[in-house]
């Protein structure tokens, strides 16, 4: 598989070419290699430096189980899906034959092999010893030149050494056997290598700057006033002359040494600064240079503007972000065309036939800078919700000024003012516009001439919407009164209807503390056109308070509120209190009499003795139901009657009971003694009885 293809990756960039086995390759600053082979089949892949030192080696396919050598970890490592070695962070002891080998399981092997070699920059190539004398004929004299980092060659005052068998070379080494007076002369010795070429004498100047500014490190750039310091360093030998170009070599300021520093840096100073290293002894010279941005941060944040044009019919968009320093680039979003420009502003004029949805809908100006990146936004919207407001002022003077807002939605807006349907202006000196036309002005306001119809049309590009507002005197619609935050103070409130002119209110009162007649009003607070309530403070809870409010413009006075009352509170006396607490004392102690007399009574009813009932006084209640649920038809019982539950209760005389039904042989009556129930000695005698009414009680 000779002439397979290499990938190689180094510094983030990948270069791909063709290599065949046995090619070398030369790579500055190398991050990463690596030898791809696609191979499908089972195998076994084998990699080795030099031949001879395994460096990773284990099943490829279709397990991969690769494993580097300890001594190469963690820089060397196989792909598993390419099988490709990588190596990062090379360095020149890298340098060597690389060999892989795949070994497939079923028979057969494929080689290839490749030769890496790594160099470093060639920097810093110094000849020693820089001075050399010898005396003619002596032994020998060398010079050595370093560090090698490549092939070495030689001149001899600026011509290429020629063969000459005293003179032999060895790596960096020069050595003169047998100096003659015709080798005096300029040594100079150059290194090179595929990526670098290096001369005894200045190096390339390195310029190395720094900043007061917070910014410079991350950004490249110094800010306005910031303080700047520009090193240029060229190692050399004997050490090299430094020469800044940035101004005339006679000016104080500039020095003629490694170090610029540059105080409170200013616009002017942006630009090329180059340094220029000068070798006497070798007379050889290096330069270098270094662009310096300097910037200033612009103005605050950028601003979004909208505007009609072309009569109305079109919209400019405008964003303006000034003061900086180089100019920030500007775009809007949102537009039917993206356009980007380099300038302070930017304008966009947008034509009709308007994009669907442009109204309410927000275009976004991005501002970029070396300092900051900004925004800003504005919103076009066709006129709608558009209505007028009334605000009335007073000066020291008692002069009026009344303004008439235009109040909505729209952006931007082409305000067109009218009063009773007659342009109002231009109409003398007393009418003055506001820059966008949303607020009209009307100097010294009085009554009634200044009052009336005034009305608006708002439009745009988007639309069009009209809107008016009758002006009237001073003048209260409602008005509320209660009771304050204590008993001590009184609460009013009032509403003044739209287009009322006013521009403060007298809060009035009739009240006892009055020192005049109770018919006369007194002001007892003024305040501001926008007020709408207010507390009364030090009033008497006893006492009525009538309240008004008294609307004014200027000095004159509109119409009043109604009138409104506060109820003194209800209190009592110091007798009536008084009063109270005697007879609360006196009722209780009746009430504690009233129970012990009870107490006595009671105990006392309990103490006396109940002499028993004769017999013959006992009343007796019999008990009888109806036969079958219904009322006898014996007209003996016509006895008043009782009825508890389902049973009828007659009361008859005991007499009566014996003639009817016999005696107690026959009707068993509880006399409440079972003892002597159906005795004879018990039984009553008519002749002696005296029988009482059973209704009796």
């Known amino acids: 598989m000779e002439g397979k293809g290499s990938r190689l990756c180094f510094e983030g960039v990948t270069a791909v070419g063709m290599l065949s086995p046995g090619s070398s390759l030369s790579l500055k600053k190398f991050t990463m290699w690596d030898l791809v082979w696609k191979v499908r089949t089972p195998s076994i892949i084998v990699w080795q430096k030099d031949h001879q030192t395994n460096l990773a080696t284990g099943n490829f396919r279709p397990n991969f189980t690769v494993l580097v050598a300890s001594s190469y970890q963690p820089r060397f490592s196989v792909d598993p899906m390419s099988g490709s070695l990588n190596i990062t962070e090379l360095n020149p002891s890298d340098s060597g034959v690389y060999t892989v080998s795949v070994i497939f399981l079923g028979g057969g092997d494929l080689k290839a092999n490749i030769t890496l070699r790594v160099y470093e920059e060639v920097r810093g190539v110094s000849v020693d010893p820089s001075l050399a004398e010898a005396a003619e004929g002596a032994r020998a004299v060398t010079l050595t030149c370093g560090p090698v980092r490549g092939s070495v060659a030689w001149t001899k005052d600026g011509q ?8 032999q070379l060895s790596g960096g080494s020069l050595q003169i056997n047998q100096p003659q007076r015709a080798d005096s002369g300029t040594y100079q010795c150059t290194i090179s290598n595929p990526f670098s070429t290096g001369t005894d004498g200045p190096d390339t100047p390195n310029i190395i700057v720094s900043s007061s500014g917070q910014d410079f490190e991350a950004e490249g750039f110094v800010l306005v006033n910031a303080s700047v310091n520009l090193t240029c360093q060229a190692p050399s030998q004997p050490p090299a002359e430094i020469y800044w170009n940035v101004a005339d070599p006679g000016d104080n300021l500039v020095p003629s040494s490694p170090s610029l520093l540059l105080s409170n840096v200013q616009l002017n100073q942006a630009g090329t600064y180059s340094c220029l290293a000068f070798n006497r002894r070798t007379n050889q010279s290096r330069r270098n240079t270094y662009s310096l941005t300097v910037a200033q941060r612009p103005t605050g944040s950028p601003s979004c503007s909208l505007s009609s044009e072309n009569s109305g019919s079109a919209l400019r968009f405008a964003c303006s972000w000034p003061g900086g320093s180089p100019d920030p680039r500007l775009s809007f979003q949102g537009l039917p065309e993206d356009k980007e420009v380099a300038s302070p502003r930017l304008e966009q004029l947008v034509v009709p036939p308007f994009p669907a ?5 927000t275009v976004t100006c991005f501002a970029s800078h070396l300092t900051g990146n900004r925004s800003c936004s504005v919103i076009p919207e066709a006129p709608s919700g558009v209505f007028l407001s009334l605000q009335a002022s007073e000066d020291p003077g008692g002069t009026v000024t009344a303004e008439v807002r235009c109040q909505g939605t729209f952006n ?7 009063r009773s349907g007659q342009p109002l202006l231009p109409a003398g000196d007393r009418y003055e516009l506001s820059p966008d036309g949303t607020r009209l002005t009307i100097w010294n306001f009085s009554t009634p001439q200044d009052l009336g119809n005034y009305s608006a049309k708002c439009s745009n590009p988007l639309g069009s919407q009209s809107t008016d507002l009758t002006l009237i005197g001073p ?31 007298w809060i009035q009162m009739q009240g006892p503390r009055q020192g005049r007649s109770a018919s006369e009003w007194e002001t007892v607070q003024v305040l501001g056109a926008t007020d709408r309530s207010t507390t009364v403070l030090g009033l008497e809870p006893r006492s009525s308070y009538s309240f008004r409010v008294m609307p004014l413009l200027g000095l004159q006075a509109g119409n009043p509120s109604q009138v409104l009352t506060l109820q003194a509170e209800p209190y009592l006396s110091t007798g009536a209190i008084a009063g109270i607490v005697v007879g609360s004392i006196l009722g209780f102690l009746l009430i504690l009499l009233l129970l012990i007399l009870l107490v006595f009574c009671v105990r006392r009813a309990c ?5 028993p009932t004769p017999t013959e006084n006992q009343q007796h209640y019999l008990s009888r139901q109806f036969p079958h649920g219904r009322e006898s038809n014996d007209p003996s019982w016509g006895n008043p009657r009782w009825s508890s539950g389902d049973s009828d209760i007659y009361a008859i005389t005991y007499e009566e009971h014996l003639r009817r039904y016999g005696g107690p042989a026959t009707l068993p009556i509880d006399t409440g003694d079972s003892r ?4 004879p000695a018990l ?5 002696t009885k005296n029988i009482r009414n059973a209704t009796q009680v």
């Open 607 to 611: 103490r006396r003795k109940v002499p």
């Open 357 to 361: 949805g442009l109204s309410g809908q």
């Open 676 to 679: 002597h129930r159906n005795s």
């Open 412 to 418: 931007p807006a082409q305000i067109d003012w009218l």
């Open 683 to 687: 039984l009553p005698q008519p002749a």
């Open 160 to 167: 290429t050494l020629g063969e000459n068998p005293r003179f």
């Open 475 to 505: 003048t209260v619609s409602e008005s509320t009164l209660s009771r304050g935050p204590d008993s001590q103070s009184a609460y009013v409130t009032w509403t003044v209807p739209n287009g009322s002119a006013v521009t403060s209110f």
